[in-house]
C-alpha cells in the first residue's frame, strides 16, 4: 500500500514538474517536449520522499490555491530584492551590512522547512545557513542586517513566507 501512495506522489509530482517547465519554456517543439519529461521524472524522484509522510497534503484543494497565490508573492519578493541588490552594487559607498541572524519559524514539517529555508535563499541578499528544528531557528546571512532582534529579523525576513507556507503543508 505505501508502494502505491508513493508512486501515486511520484506521478502527481512529475505532472507538476512537466507542466510548469512547458509553461516556463512556453515552446512547444520536440526538443522541449522531450527535455520537459526528462526534468519532471528527475524532479519527480529526487522529491517525492518529501511528501511521502503526508501524502494527504494533496487530497485537499484549498492548499493548491495558497501554492497559487504564493508563487506571485515569492516573484515580487524576489524581484524587490534584485532591486536592492542592484542598487546595493552600483551605489558607490557599496552600503551593505552583512551578518547572520537568527530568526524563529513555527514550521515543523521538513517540506514547509525546506521551502522556506529554499524561498530565503533564492531572494539575493538573504541564505538560509542552518537550520534548528528541535527549537525553531533557521540561521540566515543577510546582507544588510538591519537589527539582530530575532522577533524584529523574523517579521522583516520569515513572515510572508511562512505564514502561506503554514497553509500549504501543515
Given at each position: 500500500?505505501?508502494?502505491?501512495n508513493?508512486?501515486k506522489?511520484?506521478?502527481l509530482?512529475?505532472i507538476s514538474?512537466?507542466?510548469?517547465w512547458m509553461?516556463?519554456n512556453?515552446l512547444v517543439g520536440?526538443?522541449?517536449?522531450?527535455?520537459?519529461?526528462?526534468v519532471?521524472?528527475l524532479v519527480?524522484?529526487?522529491t517525492a520522499?518529501l511528501?511521502?509522510?503526508?501524502?494527504?497534503i494533496?487530497?485537499?484543494?484549498?492548499?493548491?490555491?495558497?501554492i497559487i497565490?504564493?508563487?506571485?508573492?515569492?516573484?515580487?519578493?524576489?524581484?524587490k530584492?534584485?532591486?536592492?541588490g542592484?542598487?546595493?552594487?552600483f551605489?558607490?559607498?557599496?552600503?551593505?551590512?552583512?551578518?547572520?541572524?537568527?530568526?524563529?519559524?513555527?514550521?515543523?514539517?521538513?517540506?514547509?522547512?525546506?521551502?522556506l529555508?529554499?524561498?530565503?535563499?533564492?531572494?539575493?541578499?538573504?541564505?538560509?545557513?542552518?537550520?534548528?528544528?528541535e527549537?525553531g531557528?533557521?540561521?540566515i546571512?543577510?546582507?544588510?542586517?538591519k537589527?539582530k532582534d530575532p522577533?524584529e529579523?523574523?517579521?522583516i525576513?520569515?513572515?510572508?513566507?511562512e505564514?502561506?507556507?503554514k497553509?500549504?503543508?501543515e
Open positions: 500500500m505505501a508502494c502505491f508513493k508512486m506522489i511520484k506521478i509530482l512529475f514538474a512537466f507542466l510548469t509553461f516556463l512556453w520536440s526538443e522541449h517536449l522531450i527535455l520537459g519529461v526528462l519532471g521524472l519527480s524522484f529526487m520522499d511528501f511521502e509522510n503526508k501524502p494527504k494533496f487530497r485537499r484543494p484549498w492548499r493548491y490555491l495558497w497565490y504564493y508563487i506571485p508573492l515569492f516573484a515580487w519578493e524576489c524581484l530584492a534584485n532591486l536592492d542592484a542598487y546595493r552594487v551605489h558607490p559607498d557599496l552600503p551593505i551590512k552583512p551578518g547572520i541572524v537568527r530568526v524563529k519559524t513555527s514550521l515543523k514539517s521538513d517540506t514547509a522547512l525546506t521551502f529555508a529554499n524561498s530565503l535563499t533564492l531572494k539575493p541578499g538573504t541564505m538560509t545557513v542552518d537550520i534548528d528544528k527549537r531557528f533557521l540561521y546571512h543577510w546582507v544588510d542586517v537589527t522577533q529579523a523574523t517579521e525576513i520569515v513572515a510572508r513566507f505564514r502561506i507556507l497553509r500549504i503543508f
